[in-house]
């Protein structure tokens, strides 16, 4: 399974974003996805979830501002992120889990197994 983030930039406070995920190698649809993120000096943190039907999940802190979506015609991913601030500045990353060994929404890190490389976003 191969991901691939992009969308990263710089955006002043109160703006929008479109980060994307093209995934690749799944075999099967039973894959749930996630957004994790990761700020400059800290841990990697998962953000946002979604099963294989489409139902989300989100943190507090991005509820209501982040919206997660999939497309799995394209297999891509999607985070739409608005209302950003200061502190949404870091890495974001989009990885894979199993639907099947991990059905309950979750943001664990040690659940996915698959992940992307990462695509800055920095918010001033």
């Known amino acids: 399974v191969q991901l691939v983030e992009s969308g990263g930039g710089s955006v002043r406070a109160g703006g929008s974003l479109r980060l994307s995920c093209a995934a690749s190698?799944?075999?099967?649809?039973?894959?749930?996805m996630g957004w994790f993120f990761q700020a400059p000096g800290k841990e990697r943190e998962g953000i946002t979830t979604i099963d294989s039907n489409g139902s989300p999940s989100y943190v507090p802190s991005v509820q209501g501002r982040f919206t997660i979506s999939r497309d799995d015609d394209s297999n891509t991913l999607y985070l739409q992120m608005n209302h950003l601030k200061p502190k949404d500045t870091g890495l974001y990353y989009c990885a894979a889990r199993s639907c099947t060994a991990f059905p309950a929404p979750s943001v664990a890190a040690p659940r996915y197994t698959s992940w992307g490389q990462g695509t800055q976003v920095t918010v001033s």
């Open positions: 190698g799944f075999t099967g649809s039973d894959y749930c």
